[in-house]
């Protein structure tokens, strides 16, 4: 039991659909954040919401649009997205503004665009 | 700059084999240092930290020493087992970063009996 949540856990989608993936996390965090993992690369950081203000963004193209509700939710709303955005993407959760504390991670979604 | 290189995988040993899994970083301050592992189809898993250095950690057998000197935290296991199979993320949180974290690439583990 992780404590973090991803839904859905597969998702299939043609470049003109828009789809939203979901994360909770029940382990009483007040940060929360987005990854893409790739293979052969490095974890990507895309978001980063504290509090539920959204304190980074690197540089991620607009068609990926996070949404964060509260500090146990997060979303990421997808709309014509590329063949080369099909990656693994990951939620993760933790405690804010100390760097000694580990993030917890979900489970991904597995997303292949058409 | 903040970064993590670990050693080029993948890696495949016998059970009851000795592991290492480079990993050194470059980084302002002192950060904070994490292994993390993969199990297929799952989300990463904190493996163990360390936040000081000469602090070890240590979790199911697997310990990583935080080296200042060499900037390194090398993840080490005395005897590997077949469920060990699994992709090992090594990571730093700067001091004073806020929560950013920087993952290396990960380096894959395949153990056969």
């Known amino acids: 039991e992780t404590g973090v949540t991803q839904t859905p856990r597969h998702l299939v989608m043609g470049m003109t659909n828009k789809k939203s993936l979901k994360c909770e996390q029940h382990l009483g965090h007040n940060a929360m954040y987005w990854y893409k993992q790739s293979a052969k690369k490095p974890l990507e950081l895309m978001f980063v919401?504290?509090?539920?203000?959204?304190?980074e963004n690197n540089s991620v193209p607009s068609r990926f649009s996070p949404e964060c509700p509260n500090s146990s939710h997060l979303f990421l709303h997808l709309h014509t997205l590329q063949p080369e955005d099909s990656a693994l993407y990951l939620c993760?959760?933790?405690?804010?503004?100390?760097?000694?504390?580990?993030?917890?991670f979900g489970p991904g979604t597995r997303l292949t665009v058409t | 700059g903040n970064s993590v290189t670990q050693m080029e995988g993948p890696v495949t040993l016998s059970e009851e084999a000795f592991l290492t899994i480079n990993c050194t970083y470059t980084a302002t301050g002192y950060p904070s240092l994490f292994w993390y592992v993969q199990y297929p189809g799952e989300g990463l898993q904190l493996l163990l930290k360390?936040?000081?250095?000469?602090d070890k950690g240590s979790n199911k057998g697997f310990e990583a020493t935080y080296r200042k000197e060499t900037t390194s935290f090398h993840l080490e296991k005395g005897s590997v087992q077949v469920s060990d199979s699994a992709v090992y993320f090594c990571a730093l949180s700067p001091l004073g970063g806020g929560n950013q974290f920087y993952f290396g690439t990960g380096t894959s583990l395949t153990v056969i009996p």
């Open positions: 919401y504290n509090f539920k203000e959204q304190t």
């Open positions: 360390a936040t000081k250095a000469d």
């Open positions: 993760a959760s933790s405690r804010a503004d100390q760097s000694s504390y580990e993030q917890y």
